[in-house]
């Protein structure tokens, strides 16, 4: 981890950013799968052509189905699904839902052949022509039943349209082969669910990391800081330095001087400091200075500005 990024706040900016990213990806996640909607689609199963006869046998071979003469037999397979979280009952049909195989071809056989769950009641109409309809029925979320027609002149999936208009339900929409979820999942869904995966996983991480290294150090300006004060003694006596608040780890030095010669030079920590004057100086000018990194000390959890001194004192 950059120590950048431990002294500077970034820690806490980041996990602010996090949290909120995080909530509101919950949030829509949340309320795209609890809201109720009713959807209803429709899948191709199967489509193949079982038999035909070809134009260059046509005239000495006969395909006859349930005594009429056909040129060809194909199998159609329709899976009808409510991918909703909402039931469609009989009422909800405003028109039947219905599939048109096209001008040209002939519906020659229907039924059903799977039901989920089993009993739902499912008819189909006697079919008109090359159009079957489905009679309404109640279709309960998750429900799903497959029906199977046996066509002629059928030509290909292009042809196959439906038809049908159902309370609630905007549009009967077409699903991929094999697709059976009972809630659909939008095109931004998926991302909201790996991305409340990973916020919240680097939201823990970035939190523990916090713990483990405490509050961040804010960072001191590079310029150096000196406060001087001049003070006179005349007899031998203690000097004591108090300072506005503690100071603790901030690279601070005492510095006390007489006629530019250095007497003493030492480390500033707390809250007051005290050295013996040297006798030898006594009636003399005394220079004392605190030497700081920058003016800006971080100390007890805050911020503050080292202008003055308290308070300097000499005495028993």
Not at 50 to 64: F, G, K, P, T
Not at 88 to 113: C, K, M, W, Y
Not at 203 to 210: K, Q, T
Request: charged share 20%; with cysteine.
């Amino acid at each position: 981890m950059p120590s950048w990024l431990l002294q500077s706040g970034w820690v806490e900016v980041i996990f602010s950013i996090i949290a909120i990213v995080v909530g509101v990806a919950v949030s829509v996640f949340v309320y795209r799968r609890q809201r109720q909607f009713k959807s209803i689609t429709y899948r191709v199963v199967a489509s193949n052509r079982l038999v035909s006869v070809e134009d260059a046998v046509s005239d000495s071979v006969q395909l006859v189905y349930d005594g009429d003469e056909v040129n060809d037999v194909h199998l159609l397979q329709i899976a009808i699904l409510n991918q909703g979280n909402m039931p469609i009952t009989r009422q909800d049909f405003e028109q039947p839902l219905s599939f048109d195989v096209g001008e040209g071809a002939s519906i020659l056989n229907h039924e059903i052949v799977e039901c989920k769950p089993a009993g739902m009641g499912v008819k189909l109409a006697t079919p008109a022509d090359h159009k079957v309809t489905i009679d309404p029925l109640l279709l309960n979320a998750g429900d799903e039943f497959t029906f199977q027609l046996l066509l002629t002149g059928y030509d290909n999936e292009k042809s196959l349209t439906h038809a049908g208009r159902i309370v609630g339900v905007d549009r009967i929409g077409k699903s991929e082969a094999g697709s059976t979820t009972p809630f659909p999942i939008g095109p931004f869904t998926g991302w909201f669910e790996l991305l409340a995966v990973i916020g919240i996983t680097l939201a823990i991480g970035i939190f523990l990391l916090s713990i483990l290294t405490g509050p961040p150090s804010p960072p001191l300006p590079s310029a150096e800081w000196l406060l001087t004060e001049m003070v006179y003694y005349f007899e031998p006596a203690e000097l004591t330095i108090n300072y506005p608040l503690n100071i603790w780890d901030a690279s601070c030095t005492t510095i006390i001087k007489s006629d530019g010669e250095l007497l003493i030079a030492d480390e500033t920590t707390g809250h007051n400091q005290k050295y013996e004057l040297p006798r030898d100086n006594i009636g003399r000018l005394i220079e004392v200075q605190v030497n700081c990194p920058a003016p800006l000390i971080y100390s007890e959890n805050t911020y503050f500005v080292l202008d003055r001194f308290e308070s300097i004192e000499i005495g028993r």
